[in-house]
Nanobody
Framework: QVQLVESGGGLVQAGASLRLSCVVSGRTFSSYAIGWFRQAPGAERDFVAATRWSLGITYYADSVKGRFTISRDNAKNTVYLQMISLKPEDTAVYYC??????????????????WGQGTQVTVSS
């Protein structure tokens, strides 16, 4: 059974940094695509970043490019989303997700098969 568990969210001031973690179990995450998404209250779930290490593909939403970085720790089966220079508009619940299909990881959240429970990130101005 595939499970993803996020952690690392919190309340920070604008300009601060946070690192979110996503522990993956039930699969070898390095062989599957991992995506990060976020959802603000009353808003659609938005794409943040996605990666498939086996293909050497990582890409980001324009709104976070240059500020957010995906990385991994194979020994811990953990994927990280390092976030710097946070802005109030980054406030949302952040989710990690995984998808079974092969190829370039999708930007559309509906195409992902497995989800974590989410972690809240709040950035004050």
């Amino acid at each position: 059974q595939v499970q993803l568990v996020e952690s690392g969210g919190g309340l920070v001031q604008a300009g601060a940094s946070l690192r979110l973690s996503c522990v993956v179990s039930g699969r070898t995450f390095s062989s599957y695509a991992i995506g990060w998404f976020r959802q603000a209250p009353g808003a659609e779930r938005d794409f943040v970043a996605a990666t498939r290490w086996s293909l050497g593909i990582t890409y980001y939403a324009d709104s976070v490019k240059g500020r957010f970085t995906i990385s991994r720790d194979n020994a811990k089966n953990t994927v990280y989303l390092q976030m710097i220079s946070l802005k109030p508009e980054d406030t949302a619940v952040y989710y990690c997700a995984s998808v079974d299909r092969s190829g370039v990881p999708p930007r559309e959240w509906r195409r992902y098969d497995y989800w974590g429970q989410g972690t809240q990130v709040t950035v004050s101005s």
